[in-house]
């Protein structure tokens, strides 16, 4: 009996030993903080991380063809908007003179005016010598778009059209020269970004 | 003195009497060491242990029972060395 009652005091005395809270190292704390300092990457280096690290992206099938569609849709608007002969709804003239790239020291510029009730127009200027038999323009499919390609030497000119052989018109998508040699306005392109 | 008597001020002595517990309880079957360690270290009822395990009480009884007497086995032997 009392050899038992010795046998369950050991028992307890496992039992106790095994509640025991296990003691750390008092420096155990501090290496493990200084561990995950060390691996912590800064805020920077996150943010570097989330631009330049490849992951998945999961988009569904419909958002993917929305995408696809609005990029269609940005190339077809882009592609629109940088022909300068498009016509314009409203009625009466409305040109513009744009500057391609060329050969160097010129540029191909396509006068384009919009004059419906027109059956001939040209331009003139100080490129060809104001005669308005040496451009004339051709008139596109539909709209009264009337359009040539010129090619022009880099420097600012003063031009303007002649509708039906007769009428002087001013570019009215062109800015005005400030001098009028002719009694009549006349309008004006720099080509190759300066001025002579 | 034996080791089962080892106190804080022999911290040597007490890291052996731990090691000589946790050597034995690794000696013991995985179904005497689990019952034991959830009734005497984690005071848990037999109701409690029954719920927990799955096993009947009287099989945990056993189980509880032969593992103290292979633990008073293992450990008297360490104790009376």
């Not at chain 1, 009215?172 to 001098?179: D, E, F, I, M, S």
């Amino acid at each position: 009996m009392h050899d038992d009652d010795q046998h369950d005091e050991l028992i307890a005395r496992v039992a106790d030993e095994l509640r025991a809270p296990v003691a750390l190292d008092p420096a155990f704390d501090a290496r493990v903080m200084a561990e995950v300092r060390r691996a912590a990457p800064s805020r920077w280096q996150r943010a570097l991380r989330w631009w330049t690290e490849p992951r998945p992206l999961r988009v569904s099938p419909l958002t993917g063809l929305a995408c696809a569609a609005g990029v269609a849709a940005l190339l077809v608007v882009g592609t629109v908007s940088l022909r300068p002969a498009s016509p314009s709804p409203m009625k009466g003239a409305v040109a513009t003179g744009v500057a391609v790239p060329a050969e160097p020291g010129s540029e191909m510029v396509q006068f384009v005016l919009v004059a419906p009730q027109a059956s001939s127009v040209a331009v003139v200027g100080d490129f060809n010598d104001w005669d308005p038999r040496r451009t004339p323009l051709r008139a596109e499919a539909a709209g009264g778009v009337w359009s040539v390609n010129v090619s022009l030497r880099s420097g600012q000119h003063q031009y303007a059209f002649v509708v039906d052989g007769k009428e002087w018109r001013p570019d009215p998508a062109a800015p005005r020269a400030v001098t009028d040699d002719f009694g009549s306005p006349n309008s004006v392109i720099v080509v190759g970004g300066k001025s002579t | 003195m034996a080791l089962g008597e080892a106190s804080a001020e022999h911290p040597a002595e007490r890291r052996e009497w731990r090691e000589e517990i946790h050597r034995a309880l690794e000696r013991l079957e995985a179904d005497q060491r689990e019952a034991f360690l959830l009734k005497h270290v984690e005071d848990l009822s037999y109701e409690e242990m029954s719920a927990l395990t799955g096993a009947g009480i009287s099989a945990l009884k056993m189980r509880v029972k032969r593992a103290c007497e292979r633990l008073r086995v293992m450990l008297g032997e360490v104790q009376h060395a």
